[in-house]
T-cell receptor, first 109, second 113 residues
Framework: GENVEQHPSTLSVQEGDSAVIKCTYSDSASNYFPWYKQELGKRPQLIID?????GEKKDQRIAVTLNKTAKHFSLHITETQPEDSAVYFC????????FGAGTRLTVKP | NAGVTQTPKFQVLKTGQSMTLQCAQD?????MSWYRQDPGMGLRLIHYSVGAGITDQGEVPNGYNVSRSTTEDFPLRLLSAAPSQTSVYFC????????????FGDGTRLSIL
């Protein structure tokens, strides 16, 4: 089955700095790569996604890049704010969706 | 629209008991799935369904059964609860196709004593 690895497991940044989270996957047939944000005690919520025919996508302070050859994709958050503090999950889909183990991001004011 | 609705929100069971976690969606989504979330392990896929009458196993299916008799409902059954099944369970749904975002319910926090 698909193997999704996510790094780092924890990330602490100062407010205003950038944060980068990286995921690698194993199945070259995977074609959809979403990122979810989960606040404590809440459901995961989609923040951005990218499909296999696109290399980069941006939405305000959030961007995702995909390298299909190397089988990795990354989440970039610029100008971080304390409300960005949460657990972020990458996911990979080729019919069924598999998730990475998560990154706990802390943004210090 | 309610989206994805899970019941109950909390449940405590004794080892060996059985129960059904309910999941319903009102978005006419074909794809539904169940995940369990344990600390440090992310979301692990238990079972999923691509449409009524069709189910398949995910990463961690043992000890769980599912059925999909209607598009709206996708219940998860624990046959004989074990302490290792203590977890938070999330149901999710998405529109037809392999590259659609999943919409999650609020989760069911299950403790097995």
């Amino acid at each position: 089955g698909e193997n999704v690895e996510q790094h780092p497991s924890t990330l602490s940044v100062q407010e205003g700095d950038s944060a980068v989270i990286k995921c690698t996957y194993s199945d070259s047939a995977s074609n959809y790569f979403p990122w979810y944000k989960q606040e404590l005690g809440k459901r995961p919520q989609l923040i951005i996604d990218i499909r296999s025919n696109v290399g980069e996508k941006k939405d305000q302070r959030i961007a995702v890049t995909l390298n299909k050859t190397a089988k990795h994709f990354s989440l970039h958050i610029t100008e971080t704010q304390p409300e960005d503090s949460a657990v972020y999950f990458c996911a990979v889909s080729r019919g069924d969706m598999r998730f990475g183990a998560g990154t706990r991001l802390t943004v210090k004011p | 629209n309610a989206g994805v609705t899970q019941t109950p929100k909390f449940q405590v069971l004794k080892t060996g008991q059985s129960m059904t976690l309910q999941c319903a969606q009102d978005m006419n989504h074909e794809y539904m799935s169940w995940y369990r979330q344990d600390p440090g392990m992310g979301l692990r896929l238990i079972h999923y369904s691509v449409g009524a009458g069709i189910t398949d196993q995910g990463e961690v299916p043992n000890g769980y059964n599912v059925s999909r008799s209607t598009t709206e409902d996708f219940p998860l059954r624990l046959l004989s609860a074990a302490p290792s099944q203590t977890s938070v369970y999330f149901c999710a749904s998405s529109a037809t196709g392999t590259n659609q975002p999943q919409h999650f319910g609020d989760g069911t926090r299950l403790s097995i004593l």
